[in-house]
């Protein structure tokens, strides 16, 4: 019996240690020089065009969260959950834009980085609603980009700003063209048509409250603004007190929800692309894509902050539209329509002034 018994367990042991062998085997195999190989559909098994080559490790930081916040300190992501986005990355060169590849990256939302801060306004006794924020993401090079709280929290498709773990390239099946494969982790942000918000190895996540004062009077009635006045860098460059009729109007269709009062309407809206009023005032560079904040301000200090990739660089068509409409006289007569938004709360009525600046620190 004892023998039996011996030979039982000598079994055991070789089973589990000719199963780790071959474990072990199979991770020298597909160790690449970016990371760990994860198998790859290369069969067209399924329908999926974005599981067709392998997936890549990048290597990763340590990132902290600081601003303001009540809970600043080390992100955890030992239980956040992965999500994927798929983009064309392009940048800016001498000649026009230049692509760089197609990828599908792995990684963890800031949606859920930064959910469970606490957040501690600067200015929340002037200014309660949480509009006006925006996070800055810097990298170990000192390189910085700006995404507003409107981009994280507000939007109509969630968690496609990310920071990436993983990478595939997007292959295409004619040409088997390999575009180069980053080899660190990466801010990802799905939106973008030029991607210079997309940098390597991030290290810190600041939140901040747009740093300018404005006189709020709450429940001001009427509001109304019969202009705009637009600041660039704090200097005022133009005056409007219409739509400007060289820009051709556009009609979006809506459901207008508000995150507190829920349905507001269901009526289009009709106006002008915000993108289209500064082409010829602001530069299409790699500072005012990375580092661009717009503040949209009421007559009644109410204001929406967004950032100039959100406006002026977006590759999903869901525009921020300039609505003017002279025979209100209340809650006019220029009004702001963010349809990238789920929920109502950054559409400024009677908006009296633009600003724009690149050096918000």
Same mark, same amino acid.
């Given at each position: 019996?004892?023998?039996?018994?011996? $030979?039982?367990?000598? +079994?055991?042991?070789?089973?589990?240690?000719?199963?780790?062998?071959?474990?072990?085997?199979?991770?020298?195999?597909?160790?690449? /020089?970016?990371?760990?190989?994860?198998?790859?559909?290369?069969?067209?098994?399924? %329908?999926?065009?974005?599981?067709?080559?392998?997936?890549?490790?990048?290597?990763?930081?340590?990132?902290?969260?600081?601003? #303001?916040?009540?809970?600043? *300190?080390?992100?955890?992501?030992?239980?956040?959950? @992965?999500?994927?986005?798929? !983009?064309?990355?392009?940048?800016?060169?001498?000649?026009?834009?230049?692509? !760089?590849?197609?990828?599908?990256?792995?990684?963890? /939302?800031?949606?859920?980085? $930064?959910?469970?801060?606490?957040?501690?306004?600067?200015?929340?006794?002037?200014?309660?609603?949480?509009?006006?924020?925006?996070?800055?993401?810097?990298?170990?090079?000192?390189?910085?980009? !700006?995404?507003?709280?409107?981009?994280?929290?507000?939007? %109509?498709?969630?968690?496609?700003?990310?920071?990436? +773990?993983?990478?595939?390239?997007?292959?295409?099946?004619?040409?088997?063209?390999?575009?180069?494969?980053?080899?660190? +982790?990466?801010?990802?942000?799905?939106?973008?048509?030029?991607?210079?918000?997309?940098?390597? &190895?991030?290290?810190?996540?600041?939140?901040?409250?747009?740093?300018?004062?404005?006189?709020?009077?709450?429940?001001?009635?009427? $509001?109304?603004?019969?202009?705009?006045?637009?600041?660039?860098?704090?200097?005022?460059?133009?005056? @409007?007190?219409? %739509?400007?009729?060289?820009?051709? #109007?556009?009609?979006?269709?809506?459901?207008?929800?508000?995150? *507190?009062?829920?349905?507001?309407?269901?009526?289009?809206?009709?106006?002008?692309?915000?993108?289209?009023?500064?082409?010829?005032?602001?530069?299409?560079?790699?500072? /005012?894509?990375?580092? *661009?904040?717009?503040?949209?301000?009421?007559?009644? *200090?109410?204001?929406?902050?967004?950032?100039? +990739?959100?406006?002026?660089?977006? %590759?999903?068509?869901?525009?921020?539209?300039?609505?003017?409409?002279?025979?209100?006289?209340?809650?006019?007569?220029?009004?702001?329509?963010?349809?990238?938004?789920?929920? /109502?709360?950054?559409?400024?009525?009677?908006? &009296?002034?633009?600003?724009?600046?690149?050096?918000?620190?």
């Amino acid at each position: 019996m004892k023998k039996v018994i011996n $030979l039982s367990v000598i +079994s055991v042991i070789l089973f589990f240690s000719f199963s780790c062998n071959n474990q072990n085997k199979k991770k020298k195999q597909g160790v690449k /020089s970016s990371g760990l190989a994860v198998k790859a559909d290369t069969v067209d098994a399924t %329908n999926n065009f974005y599981d067709n080559a392998e997936t890549y490790n990048l290597q990763t930081s340590d990132i902290e969260v600081l601003g #303001e916040v009540a809970n600043p *300190g080390k992100v955890d992501f030992s239980d956040l959950p @992965l999500h994927s986005i798929i !983009v064309k990355e392009t940048v800016l060169d001498n000649q026009g834009d230049a692509f !760089v590849g197609a990828y599908r990256y792995d990684g963890y /939302s800031l949606y859920d980085i $930064l959910n469970d801060r606490v957040l501690d306004k600067k200015n929340a006794k002037d200014f309660k609603p949480i509009i006006d924020l925006f996070v800055e993401v810097e990298n170990d090079k000192g390189e910085k980009v !700006v995404i507003s709280w409107g981009e994280l929290y507000y939007p %109509n498709h969630l968690h496609e700003i990310i920071i990436a +773990s993983k990478v595939m390239r997007i292959v295409p099946s004619k040409t088997n063209e390999l575009w180069e494969l980053p080899t660190e +982790s990466k801010l990802v942000i799905g939106s973008d048509l030029i991607t210079e918000r997309n940098i390597s &190895n991030p290290v810190k996540i600041t939140v901040k409250s747009y740093n300018k004062t404005l006189k709020v009077e709450k429940g001001k009635k009427p $509001l109304f603004s019969p202009k705009i006045d637009i600041y660039l860098e704090n200097e005022i460059a133009e005056t @409007l007190f219409a %739509n400007p009729t060289e820009i051709p #109007e556009q009609t979006l269709h809506t459901i207008f929800y508000g995150r *507190g009062r829920g349905i507001h309407s269901t009526q289009p809206f009709t106006g002008v692309y915000l993108k289209d009023f500064f082409t010829d005032k602001i530069k299409h560079t790699k500072k /005012s894509l990375q580092e *661009g904040l717009f503040v949209i301000a009421a007559d009644d *200090g109410y204001r929406s902050v967004f950032t100039y +990739s959100e406006i002026c660089n977006r %590759n999903d068509q869901a525009e921020v539209l300039l609505v003017c409409n002279p025979e209100l006289t209340d809650n006019g007569i220029f009004r702001l329509f963010p349809s990238c938004d789920f929920f /109502s709360d950054r559409a400024v009525k009677g908006v &009296n002034a633009i600003y724009y600046s690149e050096n918000q620190r």
